[in-house]
């Protein structure tokens, strides 16, 4: 899967996550070129990753790079790009990045302009390499291009390539938050548990092993999310009891509507970093 050398731009959790992804795939140690301003972080990333490039200076990484992937916070990520402009207008490289609300556009810009940029979402699994990402690449990334984005990518979890960059803010909604939604359901189920008598240990066993196993039946079984819950919700049963209360209120209104603002916001951070100089 090498596609020559890949310069990562942070040291951070997610490009960890890829580079040991990419590292375990077969990718060439020495075709893995990483950027980390901080002393100690070099230091770790060198002892984690042998036989990797690690540099202070992010010209240093890119300048032989035939990829650039941009791992830094979405809120400096101009600041990152601009004084790298000249050094990747010399090569152009495949840039892809993982900030969140970023537009392709505005990194394109930010790096003086014509190039082939691939805007990925991980989610937090992807440090499991659990993860799964949505994808998409601009109008002049290649075909080989995209098929390499993808595969340093699904490194860390399956890949789904989108066909508009707007779909990127609902993949950020839905899988890039959506870790937090079924951590919040699981703290929710374990506090009731326990008010109803059961000690942390065995609430938190239980409701973590049931989410494994709904996550497993939901994916093997083929069958719609309607058929699963009529399967559990007997008629007169205690299923039937929590949904009956739970179709009496807004519920499913109320999580809709959190999407959608967790998806709108996404679409701020873009407009926010679009009118940046």
């Not at 990127?168 to 870790?179: E, K, L, M, N, Q």
């Amino acid at each position: 899967m090498d596609y020559g050398k890949v310069a990562f731009i942070g040291g951070g959790n997610m490009a960890r996550a890829l580079v040991g992804g990419m590292l375990a795939a077969g990718y060439e140690a020495r075709h893995v070129l990483i950027s980390e301003p901080l002393p100690e972080h070099r230091e770790s990333l060198a002892s984690e990753f042998p036989g990797t490039v690690i540099r202070e200076n992010n010209e240093d990484v890119i300048r032989e790079a035939e990829c650039v992937l941009l791992a830094v916070k979405p809120q400096i990520l101009s600041e990152v790009c601009k004084p790298l402009a000249a050094t990747v207008q010399q090569n152009k490289p495949l840039i892809i990045s993982i900030a969140a609300g970023v537009r392709s556009g505005d990194i394109e810009r930010w790096l003086g302009g014509e190039l082939s940029v691939v805007r990925a979402m991980p989610n937090q699994a992807a440090l499991l390499r659990l993860g799964i990402s949505g994808m998409y690449a601009n109008d002049r990334t290649s075909k080989q291009q995209r098929r390499a984005a993808s595969n340093i990518i699904s490194t860390t979890g399956p890949v789904i390539a989108v066909p508009t960059e707007a779909d990127i803010d609902t993949v950020t909604a839905v899988s890039g938050t959506g870790p937090a939604y079924f951590y919040l359901l699981v703290d929710m189920l374990v506090k009731v548990a326990e008010e109803m008598g059961l000690d942390h240990d065995s609430a938190l066993a239980l409701v973590l092993e049931t989410a494994r196993g709904a996550g497993e039946m939901a994916e093997q079984s083929g069958e719609s999310m309607d058929t699963l819950i009529a399967r559990v919700r007997s008629p007169g049963g205690t299923t039937a009891a929590a949904f009956d209360y739970l179709d009496g209120t807004n519920f499913r209104d109320i999580f809709s509507a959190a999407v959608t603002a967790a998806r709108d916001r996404a679409v701020d951070l873009a407009d926010q970093a679009h009118r940046q100089d």
